[in-house]
């Protein structure tokens, strides 16, 4: 059971060995990179290609690391309790109150699943903390019941982040990880190529162009990535717009039509139109 990329998925070497590393090592993959360059989409194709099915965890700031193990639903037992009375033969036992989570449903399915726990680093600093034993033994202890549930299958474990909050040394010990760098040309050509099989080659090239001057300007707060590249092609596409309305004649940058796609705050537009003028001004 190997990943070696899939059709809908364009997945550099180096990908493909840090995935199959995770694999191996049965450790979760941590995976870095900027905004838009595939990560979730990595779980998603990696499971399909293994023929695994995924458990997805989106983080947010105020997830709990107990809720991807399990929760005790007190309101719902009060209610029935108030309802059928506390003799009742499912108000009395607790079990029917415990909603499973996403780990416990990956440690007992009937098959091995993958798992993808994204944007970790949303969430406040104790969160990774307290998934640390999980992740590591795969196990976890239910004081309700007094059980522990213990994986089947070591599930695949892919976590994803963006880095907005350093993650904890105890945590990256227990990860493989893998930073997805920024594709060069020739990738992005072939992501592009996944999505727009049939794009003019002109307009590629020149969409390429404009967009890698764009990204390396200096100063700008966001840079435009994978995902805005492939929503401004689709829109060129959509107005059908010429190659050559990408560029000004003497080959210079010019302001693209729709860069609103690509630049996604005041600051940088403001930026890139000074630049145009410059250069202009210049010759
Ligand atoms: N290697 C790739 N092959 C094919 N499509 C890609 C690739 N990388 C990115 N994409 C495209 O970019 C889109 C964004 O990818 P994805 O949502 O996985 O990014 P992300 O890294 O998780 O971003 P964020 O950090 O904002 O969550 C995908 O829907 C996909 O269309
Ligand atoms: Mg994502």
């Keep these: 059971m190997k990943f070696q990329g899939s059709a809908g998925y364009v997945a550099t070497p180096d990908l493909m060995l840090a995935v199959n590393a995770a694999v191996t090592l049965k450790r979760p993959l941590l995976v870095k990179g ?10 998603e194709q990696v499971a399909e290609a293994l023929g695994m099915p995924l458990l997805q965890w989106h983080v947010k700031s105020t997830t709990k690391a107990q809720q991807g193990l399990y929760e005790y ?5 009060l209610r029935d309790s108030q309802l059928a009375g506390v003799g009742d033969d499912k108000v009395r036992d607790i079990r029917n109150y415990i909603v499973k989570g996403v780990l416990w449903q990956a440690f007992t399915a009937e098959q091995p699943m993958a798992l993808l726990i994204d944007e970790i680093d949303k969430a406040d600093i104790e969160f990774p903390n307290d998934l640390l034993r999980e992740l590591d033994r795969m196990e976890f202890y239910v004081y309700e019941t007094r ?8 599930p695949v474990v892919f976590i994803t982040s963006n880095n907005e909050k350093e993650l904890p040394d105890a945590f990256l010990r227990r990860c493989f990880f893998h930073y997805i760098k920024f594709p060069d040309a020739d990738t992005m050509r072939a992501i592009v190529d996944v999505h727009f099989p049939g794009l003019k080659k002109e307009l590629l090239a020149a969409a390429l162009k404009s967009f890698y001057d764009i990204r390396n300007l200096p100063g700008l707060k966001k840079k435009p990535s994978t995902s805005e590249l492939l929503d401004w092609l689709k829109l060129l596409v959509a107005e059908d717009i010429p190659a050559d309305a990408l560029q000004s004649k003497d080959d210079k940058v010019a302001i693209p039509p729709l860069v609103g796609a690509l630049l996604k705050n005041e600051q940088d537009v403001t930026l890139f ?10 010759r």
């Design 147 to 154: 059980e522990l549930v213990k994986a089947v299958h070591r």
């Design 73 to 77: 639903d007190a309101v719902s037992r």
């Design 273 to 282: 139109e000074k630049l145009v003028f410059m250069q202009r001004h210049n």
């Design 34 to 43: 900027e905004p838009g360059t595939g990560k979730t989409m990595l779980a």
